[in-house]
């Protein structure tokens, strides 16, 4: 969609709480509306509109919510503070996911266990490898990285993996 008009203003949300509220506006009359939590950006509208983006990207990218937590939030994903990081019920996990040349961590995620980290991260890979644009060239090297609350790397799903995983799911 190509953006024709942006709008920032104060709403509310249908639970009564106060939130940011940007409209991006294109051709033919579609929007998107992205509601936040309401932040302290005082008059600028930059901000909003370069947080409101980055909201819109993880939805397009990532989907559907994959665990309760994400489900039940918010998404006022600016603050993060983590109180109990692991015991026997699982423990928190940072996704880094390959953007381009560069890369992104989303927020810290609840995980039963670092097998189940892993298996989230094959997913993604493999729904990396399929939102590639056909002849934008091979693709080499690592697709998502795990690591713990401390940033310590736990693993790595390659390019390889994440083939091989999708042809055995197929």
């Known amino acids: 969609m190509q953006f024709l008009r942006t709008d920032v203003a104060p709403a509310t949300a249908p639970t ?4 940011l509220r940007v409209t991006f506006c294109g051709e033919g009359g579609d929007c998107v509306t992205v509601d936040m ?3 302290d950006m ?4 930059a901000a909003a509109v370069k947080r409101a983006r980055a909201i819109l990207v993880q939805t397009a990218t990532f ?3 994959v665990n309760e937590y994400d489900a039940n939030s918010n998404g006022n994903f600016d603050e993060v503070n983590v109180i109990a990081a692991n015991d026997e019920n699982g423990g928190v996990y940072i996704f ?4 381009g040349e560069g890369s992104r961590q989303v927020p810290p995620s609840w995980m039963p266990s670092l097998e189940a980290a892993r298996e989230e991260a094959i997913r993604s890979a493999i729904d990396l490898l399929e939102d590639l644009q ?6 080499s090297g690592w697709l ?9 790397l736990l693993c790595i799903i390659d390019v390889q ?3 091989t995983a999708r042809q055995k799911s197929q």
């Open 16 to 19: 009564g709480e106060p939130v």
């Open 37 to 39: 939590a309401r932040v």
């Open 96 to 99: 880094e996911y390959r953007d």
């Open 144 to 152: 998502v990285r795990v690591r713990d609350e401390n940033g310590e």
């Open 42 to 45: 005082g008059n600028d509208e």
């Open 134 to 139: 056909p002849g934008a060239g091979v693709l």
């Open 63 to 65: 989907g559907m919510a």
């Open 161 to 163: 993996e994440a083939e």
